[in-house]
T-cell receptor, first 113, second 113 residues
Framework: NAGVMQNPRHLVRRRGQEARLRCSPMKGHSHVYWYRQLPEEGLKFMVYLQKENIIDESGMPKERFSAEFPKEGPSILRIQQVVRGDSAAYFC???????????FGAGTRLSVL | KNQVEQSPQSLIILEGKNCTLQCNYTVSPFSNLRWYKQDTGRGPVSLTIMTFSENTKSNGRYTATLDADTKQSSLHITASQLSDSASYICVVIKTGTASKLTFGTGTRLQVTL
């Protein structure tokens, strides 16, 4: 049973471009969470999704950021018109249900030039 | 002010020695507390989970304690190994928000020969 898979591991974008980060949860997990980790800071919650539904997006910036978890395929975190401040490590986690342990992927490191 | 404070910020110990990491939190009402280990360039991995009523929980050489009255937790590592070098993160879950983890900034542990 493969763990949580995130790709790409590293992503470089120029200011104004779009970034798409993908996350495939562990087999049997239907709950997905996205976190952002800025350098020298702790992880910060962004959004919680359960197949096709956004349950809690209270940590998502109001503009440029969106997330989806379609019925088929991975969860996608999309950042439009990236700025330098978006440079960070983005982690995805998945769980069997909302109170279960969250298993984390290895993260995607986004660098905005 | 961060709702989960950890100390020390970083720590260097010799292989074979023991160490204790501290976590103070203000998250309330409190549901459960978790310790995660995060290797450099990897996602966090769960070590222990403690609910409000639990005082101690062990996982091999890792022993976590919890004092819900003083809102303090500690992670004790026994007979440290080089592979214990990592960041150790205290995570608190607020009651009613099982999906949203509040992370401390972590203690960076380095075990040397």
């Amino acid at each position: 049973n493969a763990g949580v898979m995130q790709n790409p591991r590293h992503l470089v974008r120029r200011r104004g471009q779009e970034a798409r980060l993908r996350c495939s949860p562990m087999k049997g997990h239907s709950h997905v969470y996205w976190y952002r980790q800025l350098p020298e800071e702790g992880l910060k919650f962004m959004v919680y999704l359960q197949k096709e539904n956004i349950i809690d997006e209270s940590g998502m910036p109001k503009e440029r950021f969106s997330a989806e978890f379609p019925k088929e395929g991975p969860s996608i975190l999309r950042i439009q018109q990236v700025v330098r401040g978006d440079s960070a490590a983005y982690f995805c986690a998945s769980s069997v249900d909302r109170s279960d342990i969250q298993y984390f992927g290895a993260g995607t490191r986004l660098s905005v030039l | 002010k961060n709702q989960v404070e950890q100390s020390p910020q970083s720590l260097i110990i010799l292989e074979g020695k023991n160490c204790t990491l501290q976590c103070n939190y203000t998250v309330s009402p409190f549901s459960n507390l978790r310790w995660y280990k995060q290797d450099t360039g990897r996602g966090p991995v769960s070590l222990t989970i403690m609910t409000f009523s639990e005082n101690t929980k062990s996982n091999g050489r890792y022993t976590a304690t919890l004092d819900a009255d003083t809102k303090q937790s500690s992670l004790h590592i026994t007979a440290s190994q080089l592979s214990d070098s990592a960041s150790y993160i205290c995570v608190v879950i607020k009651t009613g928000t099982a999906s949203k983890l509040t992370f401390g900034t972590g203690t960076r542990l380095q075990v040397t020969l």
